[in-house]
């Protein structure tokens, strides 16, 4: 479908009317995500390990969308499918899917095993393939589809502490590109966003966020916009993947790093 320059207009951002899955969509930054894409327009379907007892229900409810959730491991294959087929029988499609679920351990290097690895994979990169092949199966009969893999800085880096975080991640990046390439011909895109570093729950143990923190300082004297990112920083262009106005950008990985990689 061909389009003329004129026909571009601020809706082309608009997600009303769309109905997205975010795993791990009630803490952190999948929250984040959650309710960016909810503040766009979009319905959400939530599928998370933990329970909030309710408060991003009220967040994403507050915008004037639908909000369901649904509890369970994204490790369980049976339940990956429940969730695509749950939120295609509760608001009628799935438009949208952002892999956020997620977990990092670290531990020195002769520490870290099979018991620190597998979780990791199971949970960050085959949760995120179970889940988009499970969408994969709503989207390529109505020829359109956004899914958005979260991938990180250590897409592209090593990191100290966690041989499979790093590994998970930049095994998330190929994957995003493979299924671009997979599903571009049916109208679906398939890009990640590799943030910065970012203050979360997950970040606690790299800096605090005190000024007298020492990681913290190097850390964001690494950053050339001189400080750690905050969560807002990712919103739009969580928005501008999901959106029309991305429709022909395809295995990409926008990175949201204040800079920190090219320096």
Known sequence: MSYDINDFNMDFFSLKGKNAIVTGGNSGLGQTFALALAKAGANIF??????????????IEGCGVKYEFMLGD?????????AADKCA????????????AGICLIDDVLDFGREQWDPMIDINLTGAFDLSHEVARYMIPQKSGRIINICSLFSFLGGLGSPAYAAMKAGLMGFTKAYADELGKYGITVNGIAPGYFQTAMTAGTGSGNEEDEKYITIKNHIPMDRWGQRQDLMGAVVFLASHAAQYVNGHILTVDGGYLVR
């Open 46 to 59: 939530c599928f998370a390990a933990v329970d909030d007892d309710g408060a991003t229900k009220e967040l």
């Open 74 to 82: 994204i490790r369980e294959h049976d339940l990956c499918v429940a």
């Open 89 to 100: 029988e509760i608001f009628g499609s799935i438009d949208i899917l952002v892999n956020c």
